[in-house]
């Protein structure tokens, strides 16, 4: 039998990279509990790192896992640091899935590799147009 190239068993497990900026974004989260963006971009941001938009990057995965109820946005937000500012958004932590830093998908939905599952949005009444 010849040699073919590619895998040599089956593998349909998505391959989860660690060291990423949102992998130190996600410890740091799971560290601190209550965070606003600036403290994720400020805790997983290396000085020597070339991350391109750290910010926007770690806002649009805040924003994924918020959707998926990993994440709650508090109503209160962060003292401003300027005069004429509102004050950051800040967010809880509700549900610790692990080591493994959740993996955002473009579907909407959010892979959990540590019980490899995925999660999907969660919808509410209002959103729904529950009608009774």
Known sequence: MPNKPGP????????????????????????????????????ALADESAARDPHNNLRRYVKALTKVGVLHEMPRRAAP????????????????LGRLAPVARMNGGVYDPNSEKTLVEIVSEAEAGHVE
């Not at 089956?10 to 974004?25: D, E, F």
């Not at 004429?84 to 549900?95: I, Y």
Request: net charge positive; no cysteine; proline share 6%.
């Open 81 to 96: 640091a300027l005069p004429t500012s509102n004050g950051e958004k800040r967010w809880l932590l509700v549900r610790d």
């Open 8 to 43: 040599k068993h089956p593998h349909g497990l998505p391959h989860v990279i660690q060291g990423t900026l949102r992998q130190k974004a996600w410890r740091a989260m799971q560290i601190k509990r209550k965070f606003t963006l600036s403290d994720l971009v400020r805790n």
